[in-house]
């Protein structure tokens, strides 16, 4: 029997919050969902995965809603992350950020287009 090994430091949730994923390398920004979250990575869903490929940069911006975060007004946290691997069989991105979730800069709603 194959042991596989998961290198994962943080464990992953399934939080569905939607996401800006912007890609360096195409000069684009695409909308998307998360479909499992960590500290130090996202698996996300969007309809442009194809634009992405392994080792590309991206600028994730997630939108948490206030219910998630106690706050009365959704809650916006953008950083870079890398792409480790692209997922066909769920149309997604897996991410692994340049820094943990927590350390994310804040943004206003205001600063998050509306198609998240």
């Known amino acids: 029997m194959m042991?596989?090994?998961?290198?994962r430091t943080s464990v992953r949730i399934p939080y569905y919050f939607a996401v800006r994923l912007?890609?360096?390398?195409e000069a684009l920004t695409l909308p998307g969902v998360t479909m499992n979250l960590s500290q130090e990575g996202a698996l996300v869903w969007t309809k442009g995965w194809r634009?992405?490929?392994?080792?590309?940069e991206a600028l994730i911006t997630i939108l948490l809603p206030g219910t998630f975060t106690g706050h009365d007004a959704p809650l916006g946290l953008r950083g870079r992350a890398t792409v480790t691997r692209i997922d066909e069989v769920n149309e997604g991105v897996a991410l692994r950020f340049n820094k943990q979730l927590r350390q994310f800069?804040?943004?206003?709603?205001?600063?998050?287009?509306?198609e998240v």
Do not use: I, M, Y
């Open 22 to 25: 912007a890609s360096a390398r």
């Open 3 to 7: 042991e596989t090994t998961d290198r």
């Open 51 to 56: 634009s992405f490929r392994v080792k590309d």
């Open 105 to 114: 800069d804040r943004v206003d709603k205001s600063d998050v287009p509306n």
